[in-house]
C-alpha cells in the first residue's frame, strides 16, 4: 500500500476511534435494557408505562418467582373461582379503567345486598330489602354523617386525589413517596401525619360513625383500626362507596394481558442479589434462581424493584454499593382470608334465622377475631355459596365449627398483605435507591391499593425516563396547572 493510502486509512481508523463510540452510546441510551423485580400489579403497569415512553427497542424483563400477578390472585373452593386477593376497583381509579378497556376486560359490579356492622355479640346496624328504611335506620344511628361522609370523600379526597392523573400526564415525576402524595395536595401530608380518627373528628363527624362505620370499613380493607394514618384511612373509606367493580373472569388478568401488551420478557426465579457494577457498559447485575433452581446472572442499565424490601417478605441482598441499602424498618401486617363453601351459623353474628344474615358484614371491634365476612360471587358473579371471611389470626378448626353449621370444602390463605400503618412519623422508603436503581413499593407506606400501585408504577417509570434522557426539569418540580394558569392571565 502506498504512503498516501496508508495515510488515508489512519485517518480513517483516527475519526472512527473519536467519534463512532460516542455515536454507538448515544444510539444505546435510547434503548436501555431494564430488569423489573416483581410481577404484581406495581411491576407490570410499570413494565407498560415503560413500553409507553422508551418505545419498541427497550428491553424490558419481569423476574417473577410465582405467578404473574402477585397478591391479585383467585382461590378455587369446590366448583367456582373466587378472588382471593385485591378485590374492589373504585369507578374514579383512571389508571385501573383504562387498563380494563385497553386489555378488553369487562368491568363486574360488585355493589349493593344486605350489610350490617357486628360489635362481637350484637349488629349495631343492618340494612334492610327497602332502601327508604335502610337510610332511615342510618340516619337515625348516624344523623347527617351519613350524608356528608360521600360530599367528604369527593370534596377532601377523591377531587384532589385524581390531581396526580395530570401530573403523570404532564411527564412530572418525584423521588419521595411525600412528594408525590403532596403533589396531589399539601392538604395529604398532614393526613399522612395524624389518625383518620383525629381527621374525622376534625372535620366534624361524630364518635359513633367513626367507631362504627369507618372502623369497620377498615378493618375489612387493612385489618387495622381507627389508629391508622388518615391518608389510608381516607383511601379505604372511598373503598366502601357505590359504583365499585372488579373485573369480569378476576382481576388478576390485568397484569397478566398488560405483561403481553408491554411485550415483556417474564422471567421465572426469585431474585436474591442486585450488584452495582464497576466496568463500563451495564449498571447493574441481577442474580437469581431460575425455576430450575440454578443460579443465574443478567446485567441491565435500569432496575427497578417492585416487591416490598421488609423482613419477612424481601431476601434481595444489594452489593457493592457505596453506602448500604437494607430492607425498611417497616413491618408488613398478615391477614388471613378463609374461604367456607357452606351454611353459616346465624347466631354467630347475633341473628336469629339464616335469611336475616347479610350478605356483608363489617366489625367493629379489633378485639375479637373476625374483620369481615362476605358472601361471594365467583369471578363471573354468579352466585355461590361460598363465604370469605378475614382475620388476622388463622382460625382454628372450632372457630370455623361455631360459624358454620354445616360446609363442603374450606380454604385459607396467608398473606403478608399489606403495611402495619404508623402515624409516628418514620422516614417512608424513597422511590430512588441508587441512580438508575428505583423502587415502586414505597407507595403502599402511604396507602396499599391496586391503583395506589399504578400510580407508583408510572411515577418510576417517568423518573427512569427522565434521568435517562436528562429530563431533570420534570423531576421534583411543582407542577403548574395549564388551566388555573390560563385563570391567572385572563384576570
Request: without cysteine; negative net charge; glycine residues 6%.
Given at each position: 500500500m502506498s504512503a498516501s493510502g496508508k495515510a488515508m486509512w489512519t485517518s480513517i481508523l483516527f475519526f472512527l476511534a473519536c467519534f463512532l463510540p460516542n455515536a454507538l452510546s448515544e444510539e444505546t441510551k435510547e434503548h436501555p435494557s431494564i430488569g423489573i423485580v416483581g410481577g404484581g400489579i406495581g411491576g407490570t403497569s410499570t413494565a407498560y408505562f415503560l413500553r409507553q415512553l422508551f418505545g419498541k427497542d427497550a428491553k424490558i424483563d419481569i423476574f417473577e418467582k410465582r405467578q404473574v400477578g402477585g397478591r391479585l390472585t383467585t382461590i378455587k373452593i369446590g366448583n367456582n373461582q373466587i378472588e382471593a386477593g385485591g378485590t374492589l376497583i373504585h369507578p374514579k381509579n383512571?389508571?385501573?379503567?383504562?387498563?380494563?378497556?385497553?386489555?378488553?376486560?369487562?368491568?363486574?359490579d360488585v355493589g349493593g345486598g344486605s350489610f350490617g356492622i357486628f360489635d362481637g355479640s350484637s349488629m349495631r346496624i343492618s340494612s334492610s330489602q327497602y332502601s327508604v328504611v335502610t337510610m332511615a335506620k342510618l340516619f337515625w344511628r348516624y344523623g347527617m354523617d351519613i350524608y356528608n361522609i360521600d360530599s367528604w370523600i369527593n370534596e377532601k379526597l377523591l377531587s384532589k386525589f385524581m390531581r396526580i392523573y395530570d401530573i403523570q400526564s404532564a411527564g412530572h415525576a418525584y423521588t419521595t413517596v411525600p412528594d408525590l402524595i403532596g403533589a396531589m395536595d399539601p392538604s395529604f401530608i398532614s393526613y399522612m401525619k395524624n389518625s383518620i380518627k383525629f381527621v374525622m373528628k376534625t372535620s366534624g363527624f361524630g364518635d359513633t360513625f367513626i367507631d362504627e362505620m369507618v372502623m369497620g370499613a377498615l378493618r375489612t380493607n387493612y385489618g387495622q383500626n381507627t389508629d391508622i394514618p388518615g391518608f389510608v384511612g381516607a383511601v379505604s373509606i372511598a373503598g366502601v362507596q357505590p359504583g365499585l367493580w372488579?373485573?369480569?373472569?378476576?382481576?388478576?388478568?390485568?397484569?397478566?394481558?398488560?405483561?403481553?401488551?408491554?411485550?415483556?420478557?417474564?422471567?421465572?426465579?426469585?431474585?436474591?442479589?442486585?450488584?452495582?457494577?464497576?466496568?463500563?457498559?451495564?449498571?447493574?447485575?441481577?442474580?437469581?434462581?431460575?425455576?430450575?433452581?440454578?443460579?443465574?446472572?443478567?446485567?441491565?442499565?435500569?432496575?427497578?424493584?417492585?416487591?416490598?424490601?421488609?423482613?419477612?417478605?424481601?431476601?434481595?441482598?444489594?452489593?457493592?454499593?457505596?453506602?448500604?441499602?437494607?430492607?425498611?424498618?417497616?413491618?408488613?401486617h398478615k391477614v388471613t382470608a378463609t374461604f367456607v363453601e357452606g351454611v353459616p351459623d346465624p347466631k354467630y353474628f347475633g341473628v336469629d334465622n339464616t335469611d336475616d344474615l347479610p350478605n356483608s358484614i363489617l366489625t367493629c371491634n379489633d378485639s375479637i377475631l373476625v374483620n369481615s365476612q362476605d358472601k361471594k360471587a365467583d369471578v363471573f358473579g354468579n352466585p355461590t355459596d361460598v363465604y370469605k371471611f378475614f382475620s388476622n389470626t388463622p382460625p382454628s378448626e372450632d372457630d370455623v365449627k361455631q360459624m358454620f353449621t354445616s360446609k363442603k370444602d374450606i380454604r385459607m390463605a396467608t398473606f403478608m398483605a399489606y403495611p402495619k400503618y404508623s402515624t409516628v412519623g418514620e422516614d417512608l422508603p424513597p422511590f430512588v435507591l441508587h441512580d438508575q436503581l428505583y423502587y415502586v413499593n414505597g407507595i403502599e407506606l402511604a396507602a396499599s391499593a391496586m391503583e395506589m400501585s399504578s400510580i407508583a408504577g408510572k411515577n418510576v417509570a417517568l423518573l427512569a425516563y427522565n434521568h435517562w434522557h436528562g429530563n431533570l426539569d420534570k423531576i421534583d418540580e411543582p407542577y403548574l396547572d395549564p388551566a388555573s394558569e390560563k385563570d391567572k392571565t385572563e384576570l
Open positions: 383512571m389508571y385501573m379503567v383504562n387498563f380494563t378497556k385497553l386489555l378488553g376486560l369487562e368491568q363486574l372488579a373485573v369480569k373472569g378476576g382481576n388478576k388478568q390485568v397484569p397478566e394481558k398488560l405483561v403481553s401488551e408491554a411485550q415483556v420478557q417474564v422471567i421465572q426465579g426469585t431474585v436474591v442479589s442486585v450488584q452495582l457494577l464497576q466496568y463500563q457498559g451495564k449498571n447493574y447485575r441481577v442474580g437469581f434462581f431460575d425455576a430450575e433452581k440454578k443460579e443465574q446472572f443478567k446485567d441491565y442499565d435500569i432496575v427497578i424493584v417492585a416487591t416490598p424490601l421488609h423482613d419477612e417478605v424481601s431476601e434481595i441482598d444489594f452489593e457493592d454499593f457505596p453506602s448500604s441499602i437494607e430492607n425498611f424498618p417497616q413491618q408488613f
